[in-house]
T-cell receptor, first 113, second 112 residues
């Protein structure tokens, strides 16, 4: 089982729609959770961070965390063509691996006009 | 200054060369990271420095040698690399481990 798994892509949504990205993780003592966006040829940039159960909203983005189910999601409302990128879920380890941030394989999102 | 600066942006080296990648941040961050990213793959953690001490080494081959001269600088020394080591090498920093990572633009390495 991979440490961090994301829903298989690619994901294609029309402009203005909601894009839903999902991620599960295997380490129950994980403490921090992030969504990064990466455009082709560029480095990852932070979209959202979340540390406790529940929802966190920032503009068009909402992150949801459920530690009991070991599940993190990202919703993008009113998707724009500029949102087309690879979205990476990242999970920060606790315990003996404190400081280790592991990325999922990424989900390619395409928003078409 | 909210940037992580990596040099060089591009590096081409032969398998017998010795070269170094450099990373600098002036945000007062105390954790610094090296990641390796191959095309269409996620970043893979190589090393973590926390408060200038190596805290995580993800079983990286010894031909990669990290160095943290001070809290603002991180180097990756390269020696006797293989063509399969060609990748984008990303440096990142965070206020402390598990906090948000800020990535540099990366150094694209090609090994001939």
């Amino acid at each position: 089982q991979k440490e961090v798994e994301q829903n298989s892509g690619p994901l294609s949504v029309p402009e203005g729609a909601i894009a839903s990205l999902n991620c599960t993780y295997s380490d129950r003592v994980s403490q921090s959770f992030f969504w990064y966006r990466q455009y082709s040829g560029k480095s990852p940039e932070l979209i959202m961070s979340i540390y406790s159960n529940g929802d966190k909203e920032d503009g068009r983005f909402t992150a949801q965390l459920n530690k009991a189910s070991q599940y993190v999601s990202l919703l993008i409302r009113d998707s724009q063509p500029s949102d087309s990128a690879t979205y990476l879920c990242a999970v920060g380890a606790g315990g003996t691996s404190y400081g280790k941030l592991t990325f999922g394989q990424g989900t390619i999102l395409t928003v078409h006009p | 200054d909210t940037e992580v600066t990596q040099t060089p942006k591009h590096l081409v080296m032969g398998m017998t060369n010795k070269k170094s990648l450099k990373c600098e941040q002036h945000m007062g961050h105390r954790a610094m990271y090296w990641y390796k990213q191959k095309a269409k793959k996620p970043p893979e953690l190589m090393f973590v420095y926390s408060y200038e001490k190596l805290s995580i080494n993800e079983s990286v081959p010894s031909r990669f040698s990290p160095e943290c001269p001070n809290s603002s600088l991180l180097n990756l020394h390269l020696h006797a690399l293989q063509p399969e080591d060609s990748a984008l090498y990303l440096c990142a920093s965070s206020q402390d481990p598990l906090n948000v990572l800020t990535f540099g633009a990366g150094s694209r390495l090609t090994v001939l």
